[in-house]
């Protein structure tokens, strides 16, 4: 997991939007993104083995052998939607926006779409 706050934030605040909404998109069959607590890196850790243990090593059917990482990125989500505000984004304070790889390392796009 990545967190990509300091990222999104700046394209926010660069763009010059007031309010409206900012849209974060990967377009990834083996990736996500989430919203979750960015303070304390034990939450990370967490959800990762959280994640492994909901996904356990099966047999999938898949050729490339990475069913499990395709199944992990439409339980997360492959996007989210916020809110902005004055020209920031409106995160809880103990929120961050995280990539999360699940079938990496790989070379990977993160879109972010703003509507003002």
């Known amino acids: 997991m990545t967190d990509?706050?300091?990222q999104v934030s700046r394209v926010v605040c660069d763009?010059?939007?007031g309010d409206g909404l900012c849209h974060v998109f990967v377009s990834h069959t083996t990736a996500a993104v989430t919203v979750n607590e960015n303070a304390d890196p034990d939450v990370q850790r967490d959800?990762?083995?959280?994640f492994e243990a909901m996904v356990p090593q099966m047999t999938f059917h898949?050729?490339?052998g990475n069913s499990d990482a395709h199944l992990l990125s439409s339980l997360i989500g492959e996007s989210?939607?916020?809110p902005v505000e004055s020209g920031q984004l409106r995160l809880g304070t103990?929120?961050?926006i995280f990539?999360?790889?699940l079938d990496g390392?790989?070379?990977r796009k993160v879109q972010v779409s703003l509507i003002g």
């Open 99 to 101: 990539f999360v790889e």
């Open 4 to 6: 990509i706050s300091a």
């Open 15 to 17: 763009s010059g939007i």
């Open 94 to 96: 103990w929120q961050g």
């Open 105 to 107: 390392p790989r070379r």
């Open 80 to 82: 989210v939607i916020l």
């Open 47 to 50: 959800l990762i083995a959280a």
């Open 62 to 64: 898949h050729a490339e």
